[in-house]
Structures are given as structure tokens and as C-alpha cells.
């Protein structure tokens, strides 16, 4: 009952109901402990943390590096872009050259779906997915799950709209399976061609207008439109994205009631979501940042024992 | 093969142990402007209850600070022994300069007490701190440590457990041995 049930976190699907209520109530204690005078705990003193980044990354990069220290972890950082993975080295290769200087932990983000699954069964230590690919993104769908809760105080029966580019999206699949287990109901929303097709397969509802998503909802995240993965033009023109799919302060008073506004960042200001709905009362972007560091520090507090 | 436990303190003797250790608090604390009590999770918090409320009632000082303090980050047994779960930490005033009661059920081998000393540390720097255990375990110390206030002291060896039952939570004040 006080452990969790997998030795890694690849992703929420892997994980049960029992150990997302775990991870949540180690979080907040965590997050009591981010808010003192000196907010580190000596738990993992004597363990030490590589951050290998195949991806770029400032959030969750940050926040792990911040997790780690907080619990006063040794903490190596690795990008990849300046390694010699650039060399033709192997990911086998590269992770196991830095288990030999004795790591015990390996927080990853890799470009390649399903890359942390295969680094678990190859090398000797444990593996925490920082996002692979379009497939998961576990910490930023517990965390987004632990702000809600947060917020309303419980997840079952709130029903969550996730709007946006759902196509590309891990952070979507990951809110998906977390929100689900934790007995929510979760509709996504966006452009034809940006939701994906088996998507029917996870027990979602479908809706491609936006505002009847809103007046569903009580808890909307927007999801950022992923510029850098638009390998064929999805919609004719990012003008008309934001006409439909562009959360403006607008459509949000005239829903008539408060729903609240959450986003995985990095914002595009004026696309998805505008400055004044971003930076209104109903958002929860910021708190989402903070629990972030409070969720990691009990995924990982929790995968070390 | 286990025996019936033993009846260390009676829900009397419970209550005049408490009573005693209140009236040794403020001898030496006079109007607790300067102090705080602190219990330790998960079962000094109700001792630290009890002791802070009926302080209040003979003090007449209502706004003595008293909070709960969670230890599990700071054992040093983590990756050692069973895994332990934090609970909530609630400390809402300043300990930087007060004199620090530290409350626990049960001393044992001390190593609760020096965690929860650092953990402490975390929120200021106390003028002095104290500690305060209803039972004291004699000659079984890990760690230097050495209580201020006193309920009882028991000799056990280490195979027993003694175990502090609460009206609020177990139905009544008593104090039991276990033996293994």
C-alpha cells in the first residue's frame, strides 16, 4: 500500500488508480515542504539523478532539476544536442556509459515514442518518461490531474474538455489515462484532422465546436498548437485556427458560468489562448508549475524507496 | 506465541501523568509568550493536543502556537528498512526564537526525536528546544538523547512495543506492553 506498484514511470497507462492517489498524497506533503523557509528534505542524499534530454525542454527540465535538489539528490544534466549522440552513439550506449558513473535514476524526454519502455528493459536503472514522442507525458498529466483536485477538491465526475492539437499531443493521452482513473469524464476538442483517428478507442467524447465544449465542461485545458511537429498542413491557416479553436475572454464570459482554465505551456499568446484568459483569475497555469515540482518530487521520492 | 498485554498507565493514571507534566510545563514556561509546542506525526500530535488545551485551561493563554511536524524525509533508515509515508506537516507560526516544546508519545531509540530535531531546523532557528514524551524507554537509546519532561519510565526490551491508546481515536486514555 506504500509503494507503488511499477518500478519505473513510463506512463499513466502503466499505473493503477492506488498509485496515483499515492503519488498525490506524497505531493502534498511536498508541497508543504516547497513553500518553507528551507524547502529541502535530505530523503534521496545518497542517490543520484541523470536528466537526459533528447528533446528541448525549459519546464519540465527545470522542474526535475528542481524535484531532485529539493530532495537533495546529485543531479547530472545531458542534453543531447551537445553530447556525442551527435557522434553516431547508441541510446543503450549513451545511457549505460552514464550508469557506470553510477546513477540510480533516469529522468528522459526522447523524441522516439516508446523509448524510455525499451531504455527499461536494456538497462540497470530506473527510468522516469519525461515525454516520448507523442505517446506519454506522465508527470504532466499528474500533475494536471493534482490541480484539479486542487481545485475542486476531488476528480470523479469532473468533466474535463482538452482542446486543441490532440494529434501530436502526449500530454493529452497521459491527462487522458489519469483523469479517467481517477473517474472523470474527458472530452476532447479540436479540428478534424488534429484529433486522431483510434482516439474513440480511450472512451473519450469527440466535439469539434469549441464553445459547445466550454458550456460542457468545467475544467478546459489548452493544449498548445505544436508548430515544430506540423509536418503537413493540418489547417488551412493559423488565423483560422484561432477564429475557432482560440480561447479569447469573449467566449468566456458568455458562458455564464466560471470553468477553470488550465494550459501545459509554453503558450502561444493569441493562438490557443489570449493574454487576458491566461493571465485571469480562472487560470491555473501557474499553480500547474508549482504542483509540478511537488508532483516529481513524490514520483520520485516514491520510485527511490 | 504472544501473552496479554500489560497495563502500563490506567485511563486515571493517564490523565494525572498529563495533569503533572502540564504543571511542570509552567513552572518553567510561566506565560508561554515565548513558546511553542510542537507534535511529532503521527502519534505525538495527540499528546501535543491534549498538553496545549488543558494548558490553555490553566493558563488561560489561548494562543499558545502549537503544531504538528512530519519526520518521514528526514529518517535515516530511507531505502533501509519499510517505507514510510509523510503526513501532513503543519507548522503556521514562527519557531525562529521561541522556545520549542517538542512532544512524543513514545521515546524509544531516539532516532524519531533526532530526525525530527532537523526537521525543524527547516522552519528557523528556536531559542531552545525541549522535549516532552508521555513514556520514556529507558536503556534503549541509539543516539544521545535525553527528554525534559518525563510521564512515565518504563524498562522494556526491544522485542516489546509499547503502545499510547487516545479517547479521541482508540476510545480511551491507556498505555499498554506488548510482548512479541
Known amino acids: 500500500m506504500s509503494q507503488l506498484s511499477v518500478q519505473h514511470l513510463l506512463g499513466i497507462k502503466y499505473i493503477t488508480k492506488k498509485d496515483i492517489e499515492l503519488i498525490f498524497s506524497q505531493a502534498d506533503q511536498f508541497k508543504e515542504v516547497i513553500n518553507r523557509p528551507i524547502k529541502k528534505v535530505p530523503s534521496l542524499r545518497d542517490i543520484t539523478i541523470a536528466n537526459i534530454f533528447f528533446e528541448n525542454s525549459t519546464r519540465t527540465r527545470l522542474s526535475f532539476e528542481l524535484a531532485e535538489k529539493r530532495l537533495s539528490a546529485d543531479v547530472v544534466n545531458f542534453a543531447a544536442s551537445s553530447s556525442s549522440v551527435s557522434k553516431g552513439e547508441t541510446l543503450i550506449d549513451t545511457v549505460n556509459n552514464i550508469l557506470a558513473m553510477k546513477v540510480d535514476i533516469v529522468v528522459m524526454r526522447h523524441p522516439k515514442p516508446g523509448a524510455p519502455l525499451f531504455l527499461s528493459k536494456h538497462v540497470k536503472a530506473q527510468i522516469v518518461n519525461a515525454g516520448d514522442g507523442a505517446h506519454e507525458h506522465p508527470t504532466q498529466g499528474l500533475l494536471d490531474a493534482f490541480s484539479i483536485r486542487e481545485k475542486l477538491g476531488d476528480l470523479k465526475g469532473v468533466k474535463v474538455a482538452i482542446v486543441g492539437d490532440i494529434l501530436h499531443s502526449r500530454v493529452a493521452i497521459s491527462n487522458i489515462y489519469c483523469l479517467q482513473k481517477m473517474g472523470a469524464e474527458v472530452m476532447v476538442c479540436g479540428p478534424t484532422t488534429l484529433i486522431p483517428k483510434y482516439i474513440s478507442a480511450l472512451n473519450v467524447k469527440v466535439e469539434h465546436d469549441m464553445k459547445k465544449a466550454l458550456q460542457w465542461c468545467d475544467v478546459a485545458n489548452m493544449l498548445r498548437i505544436q508548430l515544430e511537429r506540423q509536418d503537413i498542413q493540418y489547417f488551412p491557416s493559423l488565423r483560422e485556427y484561432v477564429m475557432m479553436y482560440g480561447l479569447n475572454k469573449q467566449i468566456l464570459d458568455s458562458l455564464k458560468k466560471e470553468i477553470i482554465i488550465m494550459h501545459p505551456g509554453p503558450i502561444n499568446r493569441g493562438v490557443e489562448i489570449t493574454s487576458d484568459v491566461a493571465d485571469s483569475k480562472h487560470s491555473v497555469i501557474l499553480q500547474q508549475v508549482e504542483n509540478g515540482v ?4 513524490a514520483v520520485l521520492y516514491l520510485l527511490a524507496s | 506465541m504472544s501473552t496479554q498485554p500489560r497495563l502500563i498507565l490506567d485511563s486515571k493514571s493517564f490523565g494525572l501523568t498529563i495533569n503533572r507534566l502540564c504543571c511542570q510545563l509552567i513552572e518553567n514556561h510561566n506565560d508561554f509568550k515565548q513558546s511553542a509546542i510542537i507534535g511529532l506525526q503521527p502519534r ?93 524507554r529507558r536503556y534503549s537509546r541509539h543516539l544521545p538523547i535525553m527528554p525534559n519532561y518525563v510521564g ?29
Open chain 2, 44 to 136: 505525538g500530535i495527540f499528546l501535543a493536543q491534549r498538553i496545549h488545551k488543558l494548558i490553555a485551561e490553566k493558563t488561560g493563554n489561548k494562543n499558545i502556537p502549537c503544531g504538528n511536524l512530519d519526520i518521514t524525509f528526514y529518517r535515516d533508515d530511507f531505502r533501509r528498512g519499510e517505507q514510510h509515508l509523510a503526513k501532513p506537516t503543519e507548522i503556521d507560526f514562527v519557531i525562529e526564537d521561541k522556545k520549542v516544546i517538542l512532544v512524543d508519545d513514545v521515546l524509544f531509540t531516539g532516532r524519531t526525536i533526532r530526525a525530527g530535531l532537523d526537521a525543524m531546523m527547516a522552519f528557523g532557528r528556536p531559542q531552545l528546544v525541549e522535549l516532552l514524551v508521555l513514556i520514556d
Open chain 2, 152 to 180: 512515565k519510565t518504563v524498562d522494556t526490551i526491544s522485542t516489546e512495543k509499547v503502545s499510547v491508546e487516545w479517547k479521541e481515536t482508540d476510545g480511551e486514555d491507556k498505555v499498554l506492553l506488548f510482548q512479541k
Open chain 1, 294 to 297: 511537488a508532483i516529481r518530487m
